[in-house]
């Protein structure tokens, strides 16, 4: 079995703090708006909700990359950008279904989470356990936390409706 | 120099003539009073004549962050708005968490300054170099949420973060807030009335850069040493994350400190009922953080289905079927206890209102307990108010808010402030606060240190300026006898000093439970590169002291005004724990004058502020 990323949005209090790290991997800096993993907040539905890269099985930034700069790590199974390769052209960023691949304006290059070489610096910062690196049958969360979100919506609306 | 921490520029902005400045930070001053609070108070005693009018276009207003803001240390979110407050024409210095100090940070600024009035309503735009004033009469009127939506979309960027005032600061409410994120306030001594005098309705940041740090090997070890100690403390890593700040609701009743029905009582019946434990278990949603904050004591609640249609209020509906922030305990006090009032649902209420219309809670509800107060001894009529007025009505909380940010009726008296108000009706004993700012909530007559705190706080009665509720009743860092003045003048001074150097640092004060300057200290050296050490921090903390308290001199201020109202020096608790008890003030002031350096009339010595660089 393989680690993941999971995260869990109801513990999210929206501190950042995956942020923070995230940059600091990326920049050597406290820089957010480098940060590869993000943080949503929803304020009227008191929703927050940390969303990086799950590392999918389809993997679209790699097929769209004209240049084969993106690889499989063996170790973690991230997919990961090779800056010797990347040309900048952005096509992965706009491949990804997710938004979870980034241009970086700094190095010209895309830029996305590779699972810190298998020690993610946002799992380690969070301070409430909502992001969590832990084996899983699949990686694919993802899917199944839509499904709810999707379902709590309808319910909200037809509840609203019915109010 | 430093290479880390303080980005090194300031941005200027004149309203009245649209110029923009960028300028080199002074890093003499940065390294002597650190930031935020203190670097703020530095400029504006420069740059500023103190007497001038606080709603005129020659007052100045400083948001500033400090070196820490913006860094993954906890709690590191904090600016400070540094200016002549509207409703006690004292130097203020209003804090505000969420994300707008470390995006103005991320934007490459250490502080803006805001100088003279716009012709026009007008908001101020920064995306990291590019700087515009930008018109704001679509926006003029529009709540505080209102504004936040609209000001975003103009930005074009879903990461901007705005700060703004509502309709209370256009109307020039005495102690309307600004307000961040929607519901993270710069709260007291009426900063968005000021900002509302200037025609500024919003500041947008959007920053892309970063903060860097000096020694980055040291800070880390620095940072997780107190974000462990702050998980493991009770108060930082158990009871603000569990209750928020309205645990204190239960203990400060208990305590007999619970000011009631405008200070005549030190106890509410059925406190619990708005109590942080109640919140917990019937309206919580979710706990929120600030930017950076690993305690995450803010609160989201939401009000179910029968509680929606709970008291009128005569605008937007749909505001009640949302989670909104709060309520936090000095609101639950100020908009409860001291009116008497005991359901938590008009608290919500009345407290998103605050938000939503940009004023704040505190000063609003303690001038609603002084207005009942009025109301009940036949000072104000029927006639006047428009509506009963008595102590424990949820339905007046709730209309009076309204009608305060709006000035509509007799809220165009509360607008005022209960200083204004209590004198216009003739009682003016029935004020409540220090240079003319309504006290927190904790009652000087049971915890004997506030009472100093309180009397010689710069920018009038505040709880966050030496909270000496913590030794005195939490027994933090050790218990001390809330009952006695022997060694209050002396912890009063450490505390003021110990909470200047945080305020400057960009931390957040309430970190301040579970740690203190010794785990700051090496994390602010290690993000700026230079060395402090923990006496040189507190003497930081005790610079900005002086020079606030110089400026409140040139302001017009003296010693006299270093007081108490009469009901908490002469008249004692009537009731329950703490019964028969009285302020003694006159113990304590002299002291305090001595262990501060200053003369018998409370002024700086020559000596005292030669010793502090201020000569």
């Known amino acids: ?163 | 120099m430093s290479n880390g921490g303080w980005t090194g520029t300031i941005l200027r902005v004149d309203l009245t003539t649209g110029r923009i400045s960028k300028e080199p930070l002074n890093m003499d001053w940065a390294k002597s009073f650190v930031g935020g609070r203190g670097l703020a108070a530095r400029y504006l005693y420069e740059e500023m004549d103190p007497a001038a009018d606080a709603l005129g276009p020659d007052n100045k207003m400083i948001f500033a962050t400090g070196p820490m803001t913006g860094t993954n240390a906890s709690t590191s979110s904090r600016y400070m708005v540094v200016t002549k407050g509207a409703l006690t024409n004292a130097i203020t210095t209003s804090n505000s968490g969420g994300h707008w100090g470390p995006e103005l940070k991320f934007a490459g600024y250490d502080m803006l300054i805001v100088e003279g009035r716009a012709p026009v309503p007008s908001y101020i735009s920064i995306c990291d170099d590019d700087v515009r004033i930008c018109s704001a009469e679509h926006l003029w009127g529009k709540t505080v949420w209102e504004t936040d939506d609209i000001v975003r979309e103009e930005s074009g960027q879903h990461d901007t973060v705005v700060t703004c005032i509502g309709p209370a600061g256009e109307n020039l409410v005495r102690f309307a807030a600004i307000v961040n994120d929607r519901h993270r306030a710069a709260g007291r001594s009426g900063v968005g009335a000021v900002m509302g005098s200037k025609n500024l309705k919003a500041i947008a940041v959007r920053g892309t850069g970063g903060v860097p740090i000096a020694d980055p090997q040291k800070f880390m070890s620095a940072m997780w040493e107190m974000k462990s100690k702050l998980v493991e403390h009770p108060v930082t890593g158990e009871g603000l994350a569990a209750y928020g700040t309205a645990v204190l609701v239960n203990i400060i009743n208990e305590s007999g400190a619970l000011p009631t029905n405008n200070h005549q009582v030190s106890q509410l019946e059925g406190a619990d009922n708005i109590s942080g434990e109640t919140l917990a278990d019937t309206r919580l949603v979710a706990n929120k953080a600030c930017f950076g904050c690993t305690i995450a004591c803010g609160r989201v609640s939401q009000l179910p289905g029968e509680a929606q249609d709970k008291f009128t209020v005569t605008t937007r509906p749909h505001n009640w079927k949302i989670a909104v922030e709060g309520p936090e305990y000095e609101n639950a006090w100020a908009m409860g206890a001291d009116c008497g009032i005991n359901d938590l649902d008009a608290l919500i209420k009345a407290n998103a209102m605050c938000n939503e219309l940009g004023m704040d809670p505190i000063s609003f509800g303690a001038t609603l307990a002084a207005a009942m107060e009025l109301y009940e001894t036949g000072a104000v009529s029927d006639e006047q108010t428009g509506m009963p007025l008595n102590f424990g009505s949820g339905e007046a909380l709730v209309a009076m808010t309204e009608k305060a940010a709006y000035r509509e009726g007799f809220g165009d008296e509360l607008a005022e402030g209960s200083k204004r108000m209590t004198a216009k009706f003739n009682r003016p004993e029935f004020f409540m606060g220090v240079r003319g700012q309504e006290f927190p909530a904790y009652d000087a007559r049971a915890i004997q240190g506030m009472g100093l705190g309180y009397a010689t706080s710069n920018r009038g009665a505040c709880h966050l300026k030496s909270y000496t509720v913590a030794p005195e009743i939490l027994g933090i860092p050790e218990k001390m006898d809330p009952a006695v003045t022997e060694g209050k003048a002396e912890i009063t001074k450490i505390f003021q000093d110990a909470t200047c150097t945080v305020d400057a640092s960009g931390l957040c004060l309430f970190l301040t439970f579970g740690v203190g300057l010794d785990e700051i200290q090496p994390q602010l050296e290690a993000v700026t590169g230079i060395s402090y050490t923990v006496p040189e921090l507190l003497e930081v903390g005790e610079r900005v002291w002086n020079i606030e308290r110089m400026w409140n001199q040139r302001a017009g201020f003296t010693g006299k005004d270093d007081t108490l109202p009469k009901r908490l020096l002469e008249e004692p608790i009537p009731d329950g724990p703490t019964k028969g008890e009285v302020n003694r003030l006159g113990e304590m002031l002299p002291e305090y004058y001595e262990i501060r350096g200053w003369n018998a009339e409370g002024e700086p010595t020559k000596e005292k502020l030669a010793s502090l660089g201020l000569a």
Request: with cysteine.
């Open chain 1, 1 to 163: 079995m393989a680690k993941s990323l999971r995260i869990i949005p109801e513990k999210c209090t929206g501190c950042m703090q995956c942020e923070l790290a995230c940059s600091w991997v990326q920049t050597g800096m406290f820089q957010p708006s480098r940060s590869l993993i993000r943080v949503n907040i929803f304020d009227e539905q008191a929703s927050y909700a940390p969303y990086t890269c799950f590392q999918c099985d389809e993997a679209w930034c790699m097929t769209a990359c004209p240049v084969n700069a993106i690889s499989i790590d063996a170790d973690t199974g991230a997919k990961v950008v090779g800056d010797a390769n990347c040309v900048g052209c952005g096509l992965c960023t706009i491949a990804c279904p997710f938004g979870t691949v980034f241009y970086n304006p700094d190095t010209q290059k895309a830029f996305k989470c590779d699972l810190c070489d298998g020690n993610p610096a946002c799992a380690v910062a969070c301070p409430t356990g909502a992001i969590e690196y832990t084996e899983s049958e699949s990686a694919d969360w993802l899917g199944g936390w839509a499904e709810k979100v999707n379902e709590s919506y309808l319910t909200s609306i037809e509840g609203g409706n019915a109010a």
